[in-house]
């Protein structure tokens, strides 16, 4: 990203504090405001989205105005039907945080329009990208594929995480069972558990769900169960904590998924929430490699109740009665074992491994384990 800014921006790329200063007759205008966080069964607040729409469509002519954000289904509807002089359009953002600029190469453009004319207009921009152009029949199409995108990947995430729980309580590894049904069988492809957060996979579950039809009779989908699971890990996971009653807990990692550096809506920050409500004389202190790097990771920056450490062998960080692994980076992942080892034994921490980082532990250091290792 920094080679590309640095190439472009002030070239054919530029960022204008005043939209008086944007040329008129665009071709295309994208919108790429972030929705807000759903408090199901709470309707979305999309007016902050709807103003911008607004300001913008009444100083700024465009062949074209295209949504990339997550939307509930038939917003593009409401919003062509109350500014009818504009051509809406509907793309789905679909790529994943850490490999983003190789992906908007080469993945497939999901377009949705009214019109042939705005069809051709964004097919010939996203041709220049990279990656097969699929039109499908309308914007409301279009939002749907978004949504189902990230539903799908948040089922099956928390089919394993189920998986891992009802492991843990029958005494069975989890992973030795995932390991062994997916050896061989083509049909399987079952994923390893773990947290399930961040700011797409952690809403849009619940965004899909106003679209489903029988809510009122309290018959949710399979979607918006899925994503309730996976939120109900963060508690499954706390209560686990909160039985060792720790005085001191260092956690590792802090983004919502290994070797990015967003803790939006990121598990860790849930349990760190959890753990200061719960236990308020507890010293939590935290380590992640990417901390303070941009503002999606400075939250903790002004959090005096939180210690922010930025050397993963400092001894403050094994000096515990908790160590916790919420967020699997590679620099954690593949921290030298020897020093690791020293560290542990020389200061006798718990270690709650949520993503089984550290297996290699597992038999090594009596007081490591592993969440749906079943012991």
């Known amino acids: ?218 018959n949710h989908s399979i979607i918006y169960s899925s994503r309730k699971n996976n939120d109900y890990l963060y508690e499954y996971f706390s209560d686990k904590i909160f039985e060792i009653n720790p005085k001191t807990i260092s956690i590792f990692g802090l983004s919502f998924k290994a070797d990015v550096d967003d803790f939006r809506m990121s598990h860790s920050g849930n349990i760190i929430t959890k753990i200061k409500n719960k236990l308020d004389t507890c010293q939590i202190q935290t380590y992640d490699p990417y901390m303070n790097n941009n503002d999606y990771t400075n939250q903790y920056k002004l959090d005096k109740s939180v210690i922010v450490i930025d050397n993963i062998l400092d001894d403050r960080l094994y000096k515990c009665d908790l160590l916790i692994i919420l967020t699997p980076h590679s620099e954690i992942r593949t921290i030298e074992r020897n020093q690791l080892m020293c560290n542990l034994e020389k200061f006798g921490p718990c270690v709650l491994d949520a993503w089984n980082a550290w297996s290699d532990l597992d038999g090594r250091y009596d007081k490591y384990n592993s969440f749906g290792r079943g012991k």
Not at 166 to 193: L, Q, W
Not at 211 to 217: F, G, H, S, V
């Open 1 to 218: 990203m920094k080679e590309l800014l640095s190439k472009h921006v002030n070239n054919n790329f530029r960022v204008l504090s005043d939209i008086g200063e944007a040329p008129n007759n665009l071709d295309i205008i994208f919108f790429t405001l972030g929705t807000g966080i759903p408090v199901y069964p709470d309707k979305l607040d999309l007016s902050e989205i709807e103003h911008l729409l607004c300001s913008i469509s009444e100083k700024l002519d465009a062949k074209v105005y295209v949504f990339r954000t997550t939307l509930p289904i038939g917003t593009i509807d409401f919003l062509s039907e109350k500014y009818p002089n504009i051509e809406l359009a509907f793309v789905p953002e679909r790529l994943i945080e850490g490999d983003a600029i190789a992906e908007e190469s080469r993945l497939p453009k999901i377009i949705g329009t009214y019109s042939d004319q705005a069809f051709e207009t964004l097919k010939m921009f996203f041709s220049s990208i990279g990656g097969d152009i699929l039109r499908v029949k309308n914007p409301r199409t279009a939002e749907f594929c978004k949504l189902t995108d990230n539903s799908y990947r948040n089922l099956t995430f928390a089919f394993s995480n189920d998986l891992a729980i009802t492991a843990e309580h029958n005494k069975v590894d989890v992973y030795e069972v995932i390991e062994s049904v997916n050896y061989g069988y083509n049909r399987n492809n079952i994923k390893s558990p773990g947290f399930v957060s961040g700011y797409c996979l952690g809403k849009d579950p619940y965004i899909f769900e106003y679209a489903y039809p029988d809510k009122e009779l309290n």
